[in-house]
């Protein structure tokens, strides 16, 4: 592969991951409405005519980092699940994994948290509404995906795993709207007290 | 009492309730963002000036809705509990209670829910951030009344009652943002769910 090819088929990858990482700092730091969309080009190092094309709008922006940490936390749930037999540890495992992040992954979370509406009505644009789609489709997967894990764990029944399962990952995300790095409950602390209550919830 | 007198003190209250309630039902229905604050004026008969005399803007009156459905629960919540000895039947009663609302509270509980990143960040109006700082009390003094039912309810103690009640209202809450009136689950089997696994994470 000649220096060129690398430059056409890795660059742009690494540039849009480029972008992403200063939205979400921005985003998660001073707030979505508050972020020129015009400064993380500048932070990134290239033209707003560049810019739009990874990203349409600051909207599109948002969307894809919504619909990327969804992906990123359905497929760290199945590796961690994967080799784990015993169904109530299956869940207590992935309710860790839900906590064991890096900081601009719980950024990235609690951005998905606050603009969860911007998935409820249909985006005007094209590729607003795909990456909307996404997204969609993603929260289908990961109820899914809990409320087989539930429905393993209690072989006798019981409510409707789907409603369970939503309020499984209801208690597990809210948890981003409050905790703050330098709070008063360390990260490790509120995994603990999540972990056990959903392992509560399906005894 | 004169009907001039009657104008002056009955009236600016019923006008102010008016607009919330259309508001709610806009807000509630196409979106806050899609919803046209001319029209809230229209609606509710009344001149754009007079509005104003009301709220400042859309920003305040959602800032409005929201602090006014905290303290509605949060009242509800002392009511329902006010007469209950026994500390689990105690949070039993107020998590049955949080799901015993009219469509149109439905409808600001689900407003409440999709705009809570609006009371992180301070506002540039007075007026706005009297609301902002009113509706944060609000927040601060519902996970103080529920950490005391826990504390109530689990005489040897365990996980940090804040950090529970916090676990517990994220999960009632989150009802709001998949719930749908027509929807596969009616109030009453999310009720019933709900106020079981609020019961297991006191067990």
Chains 1, 2 share one sequence.
């Not at 795993?161 to 990260?187: D, F, T």
Request: charged share 30%; aromatic share 6%.
């Amino acid at each position: 592969m000649t220096v060129d090819e690398q430059e056409r088929t890795e660059s742009p990858r690494s540039k849009r991951r480029m972008i992403l990482d200063a939205a979400i700092d921005n985003f998660g730091g001073v707030g979505f409405e508050h972020t020129k969309w015009a400064k993380i080009a500048d932070e990134v190092g290239i033209g707003q005519t560049a810019l739009y094309h990874y990203f349409e709008s600051k909207v599109h922006c948002l969307l894809t980092i919504m619909s990327t940490e969804l992906e990123r936390s359905l497929e760290r749930t199945r590796a961690v699940t994967a080799d784990v037999e015993d169904p109530t540890e299956r869940i207590r495992a992935a309710v860790a994994a839900a906590f064991d992040v890096t900081q601009r992954e719980a950024l990235q979370a609690r951005i998905l948290m606050s603009h969860q509406d911007l998935l409820v009505g249909e985006r005007p644009s094209k590729r607003e509404e795909a990456e909307r789609g996404r997204a969609r489709d993603l929260v289908r997967e990961i109820e899914h995906e809990w409320a087989g894990m539930i429905k393993a764990a209690r072989p006798k029944g019981g409510a409707d795993e789907v409603v369970l399962a939503r309020l499984m990952l209801g208690m597990i995300n809210s948890v981003w709207r409050w905790y703050r790095p330098k709070g008063a409950h360390p990260l490790t602390e509120i995994s603990g007290v999540v972990v056990d209550s959903c392992a509560r919830l399906i005894a």
